[in-house]
């Protein structure tokens, strides 16, 4: 087991490693710079701001320090957003509001994808499947932004029930976890019912009918546990992404969170911001990838987690 922690800890840190190189270079060939404004500046004064936070370096001495500093947990600050604040800061403000949203949403999506996956897929060919069939795929085809607006437009601005900006009451809470959690309810609802309709077919479910089990018996208890595997791999990187945030739902209803942010640091060139947000996101991705290897064995105690890891 210790052999298998190290070999994932060593993995990671060369995916952040090339995360952040791909990250350093990309962000370095889009023209533009933090210093230009609407207010001209002199070349000297751009100069010397470039001094001040180590860009007149060469590109590997800049990364080189980047790299450096980042192990010893320093992003460094803010170039023109929230200018000479520590990224660090910045961050730590702002995710716990993605985070709180994202994680509603998570859960919204599964206590509501899981089931009906499941009763689509014991009621295979009827009524029942064909009308949630319809709805997940609606789910999955419309975008994101197209449902932000359709639930603003219909219980913000007619009925006039719920709040359209800003996280001020419960209720405001509402809008915004739909539109960012009903894309991957009706992804997860798709994986369940094509997991179930696998496992429901088995003998162990035919004796389990034969013996008068009732159906939610059979679904939650006997055949849930053995077809959740394909859905517990999406939820790893689907928990890392909407944690983070969605910049839509962020942005149509005025939203405070770090992924809204992060695409506005993208248009201003913070590039400190930039580089932070993107490892901070690569490193949920990896660290709930890993979660979700250890609940495999949880699941399913036949799974050997550390197969090949010798």
């Not at 087991?1 to 995916?15: D, E, H, N, P, V």
């Not at 910045?90 to 009763?119: D, H, N």
């Not at 539109?179 to 309810?185: D, E, I, K, S, V």
């Not at 913070?270 to 709930?288: C, E, H, K, N, Q």
């Amino acid at each position: 087991m210790i052999f298998y922690l190290g070999k994932r800890i060593l993995q990671s840190a060369l995916i952040l490693f090339l995360v952040a190189a791909l990250t350093f270079t990309l962000m370095n060939m889009v023209p533009g710079s933090p210093f230009l404004s609407d207010k001209s500046q002199s070349p000297e004064v751009i100069a010397a701001l470039k001094a001040k936070y180590g860009l007149d370096k060469p590109p590997i001495v800049q990364f080189k320090n980047f790299i450096v500093n980042a192990l010893k947990f320093d992003f460094g600050v803010s170039l023109k957003m929230q200018k000479n604040r520590p990224v660090i800061e910045i961050i730590s403000e702002m995710f716990p509001t993605s985070a709180k949203i994202g994680l509603l949403a998570l859960i919204f999506a599964i206590s509501v994808g899981i089931p009906i996956g499941c009763l689509a897929a014991y009621n295979r060919g009827n009524k029942l499947d064909s009308l949630l069939r319809i709805v997940m795929t609606i789910g999955i085809s419309m975008p994101g932004f197209v449902l932000a607006t359709i639930l603003l437009i219909i219980f913000g601005v007619k009925l006039k029930i719920l709040p359209t900006l800003g996280l001020t009451t419960a209720s405001s809470y509402i809008m915004p976890v739909v539109a960012l959690g009903f894309y991957p309810m009706c992804y997860i609802g798709r994986l369940s019912r094509s997991s179930m309709l696998d496992v429901i077919n088995q003998d162990y479910i035919r004796t389990a009918k034969a013996k008068g089990v009732g159906t939610t018996k059979i679904i939650f208890k006997h055949a849930l546990r053995n077809a959740f595997i394909p859905v517990l791999t999406y939820l790893g990187p689907l928990t890392a992404g909407i944690l983070t945030g969605s910049l839509v739902v962020e942005t149509i209803f005025g939203i405070p969170g770090l992924g809204r942010y992060f695409i506005q640091s993208i248009s201003n060139r913070d590039y400190p911001i930039i580089m932070a947000t993107t490892l901070f996101f690569s490193f949920l991705v990896i660290f709930m990838n890993f979660v979700v290897d250890i609940l495999y064995k949880v699941v399913d105690p036949r799974i050997d987690i550390m197969k090949g890891a010798d």
